[in-house]
């Protein structure tokens, strides 16, 4: 509730304002590297959905650099080394939609997502009402994770 009443961003790419914000917890960046950080998803799917996020605004992985490509899937490997040892994670769903007709919810700056997934792990809220249930807080996961990815 705190978070569906809270105030909204101004305009802007939410991606680049996070990792300037000079805040990190407030902004969920959990790790941040030369090209590219982890923040954790402000409407996760599950509890420690994280994104992997280049820092230079591009949409599309054709407009990428091959190091910026590389840095996303060691953003990601770093992401999954994590979610297993804090979550036990059994599994990941490691993609992203480039483009809104794909999905992408922030279609203009490139990020990959990083799902952590345990067997039997969907109910019937997500799929009858498209409800997630996430047992624990932002704030929480936020805390659980930070010192498995370092700074």
Not at 22 to 33: A, F
Not at 97 to 109: E, F, L
Request: proline fraction near 3%.
């Amino acid at each position: 509730m705190a978070y569906v009443a809270g105030a909204r961003a101004p305009g802007g790419c939410v991606l680049c304002s996070a990792p300037a914000a000079g805040d990190d917890r407030t902004q969920l960046v959990l790790h941040r590297s030369a090209l590219g950080y982890l923040i954790l998803n402000a409407y996760p799917y599950a509890s420690g959905h994280l994104m992997a996020v280049l820092y230079r605004h591009v949409s599309t992985l054709a407009e990428a650099t091959a190091d910026e490509r590389a840095e996303l899937m060691t953003l990601a490997a770093l992401a999954t080394t994590a979610l297993g040892a804090e979550y036990g994670a059994e599994a990941f769903n490691v993609g992203l939609n480039q483009g809104r007709a794909a999905g992408a919810g922030i279609a203009d700056h490139l990020h990959l997502h990083v799902v952590p997934r345990w067997g039997g792990d969907a109910n019937f809220m997500a799929v009858i009402g498209e409800v997630r249930v996430l047992p624990e807080t932002l704030s929480t996961t936020y805390d659980r994770l930070k010192g498995r990815v370092g700074g």
